[in-house]
């Protein structure tokens, strides 16, 4: 149920984001009076194949236009008619060109029409950045104020000398004023970084190398976050539906137990529970022992098919009321979020561009940690949070925004690349150049594709032995 759970995020974000993304091709095509033949959500042929299983899943003619959900759900298209692009029918090109084609145009316009996609995609981030902060605020924790420490566990922070309880204190003399960015200032860097850190009331200092992203990883560390913060061992409750999906709240556990025991193992901390459920076998059932005001309550739960016990831990609001930790928040106004808005586009889209460029860094080893479809649908949560999950949806958007704008060509910057070109020097871009240039740009682009989501199903397969 956790990975149905987050592969409908996974698909309703992306399929809003594609939508939206098309549409902003659409609009800017059809305000210059240029057809669109098709417009769709998924692809209605076997990616990259235009010509292979063609079918749609729903399609309706609407003017010139045929609107549809294609069966091959990884992406859609706006097919604008005399643009060259894989589902143009080539021998049409060679036609002379008619007033509603796409390359009838003048440049600027062609311009505005490539553009469109990623002018929504910008768009629809300021949008959802800003009502994220008028509905919820922001709300960061202090990191000074975090009781318990943090979590690593037996995992690749552990092996370059984190431990269990550590209190990260600065990073390269720099003092950590908020626990959101320690993962930021600590791993994303593509640098190596002096961590000092408070181990039981001691100065202890941590090299973090700068091939962190890159370093072979162990069974479990794929499973489970590079830092944490560590959490009481306290139950939270769930949505309804939630709860009645859970073989824990369904054998008789209930919020606010405080989980001591698993079989005969102590439990101390949050992180405990799933580092002994996940070294059971499928389907175990295991003695559940909770503190319950002051009464200890022996109760079996049967693990479910992720060998999890189907509890949730206790709240950021309710640590911070119990002291485990303080956080800060701010509210907006409708009128100062928009600003707040854009201004947080603006910072991720710059993370996110940091983060690109360590790509090109191969000492950093960060481009074996690139994953493909599966690794975004764990961003998600197993749980349905309406505020994590319009933040994830605002920050594939930018990822969208950016990535299209690469000028690689069968992208939309490699289109705009070339009609600035002809913008600035006067001469049309030949369309047998156009051709071989989309060539070599499908060739990079599957390769990505092969790579990325290679490597989620290789770190998969590592998994399993």
Do not use: C
């Not at 005969?264 to 799933?274: E, G, K, L, V």
Request: proline share 4%; aromatic share 14%; net charge positive.
């Amino acid at each position: 149920m956790d990975t149905l759970i987050k592969v409908a995020q996974f698909f309703l974000s992306l399929s809003l984001l594609i939508v939206l993304h098309e549409w902003g091709h659409y609009f800017f095509a059809r305000l210059f009076k240029t057809r669109v033949n098709k417009f769709y959500l998924f692809f209605d042929f076997l990616f990259p194949v235009p010509t292979l299983l063609n079918f749609s899943l729903w399609k309706k003619k609407k003017g010139d236009t045929e609107f549809g959900i294609g069966w091959f759900p990884f992406g859609g298209y706006v097919q604008i008619d005399g643009m060259m692009d894989e589902t143009q029918d080539a021998d049409k090109l060679k036609a002379p060109p008619q007033p509603w084609e796409f390359r009838s145009k003048p440049a600027w316009q062609r311009l505005f029409i490539m553009m469109g996609g990623i002018i929504v995609n910008v768009l629809t981030a300021f949008i959802i950045y800003g009502m994220i902060l008028f509905v919820w605020g922001e709300t960061k924790v202090v990191n000074s104020s975090v009781k318990n420490g943090i979590a690593v566990g037996d995992t690749l922070m552990y092996s370059i000398g984190f431990r269990d309880g550590d209190k990260i204190k600065s990073v390269d003399g720099e003092t950590i004023q908020y626990f959101d960015d320690v993962l930021k200032k600590v791993i994303i860097k593509g640098e190596e970084a002096k961590v000092t850190v408070d181990r039981n009331g001691k100065d202890e200092l941590v090299i973090v190398p700068k091939d962190i992203l890159g370093k072979k990883k162990k069974k479990k560390i794929d499973k489970k976050g590079l830092i944490g913060m560590r959490m009481p061992n306290i139950v939270d409750s769930m949505p309804e539906k939630a709860m009645a999906q859970s073989n824990a709240f369904k054998a008789g556990i209930l919020p606010n137990d405080k989980v001591i025991r698993l079989d005969s193992t102590s439990i101390n901390y949050w992180q405990d529970i799933a580092s002994y459920t996940e070294k059971q076998k499928d389907s175990a059932e295991i003695l559940v022992t909770v503190l319950r005001g002051d009464k200890e309550l022996l109760i079996k739960v049967k693990l479910d098919a992720n060998k999890k016990l189907g509890l949730a831990p206790i709240s950021f609001q309710k640590m911070e009321k119990a002291g485990w930790l303080a956080t800060e928040t701010r509210k907006y106004g409708f009128f100062e979020s928009i600003p707040a808005g854009v201004k947080k586009t603006v910072d991720k889209l710059g993370d996110y561009i940091d983060q690109f460029a360590l790509l090109f860094k191969p000492s950093t080893g960060a481009y074996k940690g690139m994953g493909g479809f599966a690794s975004m649908t764990q961003i998600f949560g197993t749980h349905w949070d309406w505020e994590s999950f319009w933040s994830i949806t605002a920050f594939f958007s930018v990822m969208l925004a950016f990535m299209n704008f690469l000028p690689i060509p069968m992208l939309d910057g490699g289109y705009i690349l070339f009609t600035l070109f002809e913008m600035i020097t006067g001469k049309k871009v030949p369309d047998s150049f156009l051709e071989k240039a989309n060539m070599v740009g499908f060739i990079i682009i599957i390769g990505l594709m092969v790579f990325t989501n290679g490597n989620d199903i290789f770190r998969k397969v590592m998994g399993w032995f």
